[in-house]
């Protein structure tokens, strides 16, 4: 039988508590979950594509230990369009987070979009968890600008890369 296997995408700039939470959800949900950590020249990340993957990385390793999968959960990379992305990898499923309202109008068009270009791709989503409905990237690198408190939002890795960042004064 062939094996499911399911593309979690995001630009992770940088990863947070958010991510994780949906990574770990989705971990069972196929027999393969790969993290996909997306270039997107388009948005302009803080971090760089080796920095984000390298955090990704970094706390899937400990949730693979954490959690007993049948196949341990991989990360990668990827430029270009995310159907070709999930068809070079053979996955059959594409793994969204929605939180609230403010997720649907662009992941819906987004979904949309793929079915056209890989219509034997399906798109699942996972709706954030309550505690998490507020956390965001965006918004933890807004508050990390101004020198506040992001250590609930992100795990520790995170929180180094992001003092280092402001003593270099790239941020
Ligand atoms: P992209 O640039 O592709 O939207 P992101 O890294 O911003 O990448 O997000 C990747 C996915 O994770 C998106 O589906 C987003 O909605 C979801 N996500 C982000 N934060 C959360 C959260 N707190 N809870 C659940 N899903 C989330």
């Known amino acids: 039988m062939s094996q499911k296997v399911i593309i979690?995408?995001?630009?992770?700039?940088?990863?947070?508590y958010g991510h994780i939470d949906i990574i770990e959800r989705g971990a069972n949900l196929?027999?393969?979950?790969i993290v996909a950590v997306s270039l997107n020249s388009g948005k302009q990340p803080l971090f760089t594509m080796e920095e984000r993957t390298a955090l990704v990385m970094s706390e899937v390793e400990q949730?693979?230990?954490?959690?007993?999968?049948?196949?341990?959960?991989?990360?990668?990379s990827f430029s270009g369009l995310l159907t070709d992305f999930a068809t070079e990898q053979k996955a059959t499923a594409i793994l969204r987070g929605?939180?609230?309202?403010?997720d649907f109008e662009y992941e819906f068009q987004m979904a949309g979009m793929n079915s056209k270009l890989g219509p034997e791709i399906e798109t699942?989503?996972?709706?954030?968890?309550?505690?998490?409905?507020?956390?965001?990237?965006?918004?933890?690198?807004?508050?990390?600008?101004?020198?506040?408190?992001?250590?609930?939002?992100?795990?520790k890795n995170v929180l180094k890369m992001f003092k280092i960042k402001r003593k270099g004064k790239l941020l």
Do not use: H, W
Request: net charge positive; aromatic share 10%; glycine share 4%.
């Open 8 to 16: 979690y995408p995001g630009t992770f700039d940088p990863l947070t």
């Open 98 to 102: 929605l939180r609230a309202v403010a």
């Open 63 to 76: 949730i693979n230990v954490k959690q007993k999968t049948t196949s341990p959960v991989i990360v990668k």
């Open 30 to 33: 196929g027999d393969q979950l």
């Open 124 to 155: 699942i989503f996972l709706m954030a968890s309550e505690n998490l409905q507020l956390t965001s990237a965006r918004f933890v690198k807004e508050i990390a600008l101004y020198d506040g408190e992001i250590k609930n939002f992100v795990p």
